[in-house]
Nanobody, 116 residues
Framework: QVQLVESGGGLVQPGGSLRLSCAAS????????MGWYRQAPEKQRELVAR?????ITDYADSAKGRFNISRDKNMVTLTMNSLKPEDTAVYYC????????????WGQGTQVTVSP
């Protein structure tokens, strides 16, 4: 069983920065995809960024140039710069890998609020 514990959310002014961390307990294969999703009020959950084996990264258009995702063993970090009010959402850590059925875990979520 894998548990994901997120930290680092909070309130920040527009233009500010935050760093979200997600620590995974249990065994995470090196080929697992680790990522961050977010869900704003009355909106669907959406991908923010993910990282796969070899350090290959994928970002939502809204995150490109401002956010950076990195992984160190069982920890994935999202560094967010130049934050905008529209980045306000609950951010969720996600880990998944292929299996029968596919294996997927979610964190409990951490609130990020960007406001003057």
């Amino acid at each position: 069983q894998v548990q994901l514990v997120e930290s680092g959310g909070g309130l920040v002014q527009p233009g500010g920065s935050l760093r979200l961390s997600c620590a995974a307990s249990g065994t995470i294969p090196s080929f697992a995809v680790m990522g961050w999703y977010r869900q704003a009020p009355e909106k669907q959950r959406e991908l923010v960024a993910r990282i796969v084996a070899g350090g290959i990264t994928d970002y939502a258009d809204s995150a490109k140039g401002r956010f950076n995702i990195s992984r160190d063993k069982n920890m994935v970090t999202l560094t967010m710069n130049s934050l905008k009010p529209e980045d306000t959402a609950v951010y969720y850590c996600n880990v998944r890998w292929a299996g029968r059925p596919p294996i997927e875990y979610w964190g409990q979520g951490t609130q990020v609020t960007v406001s003057p």
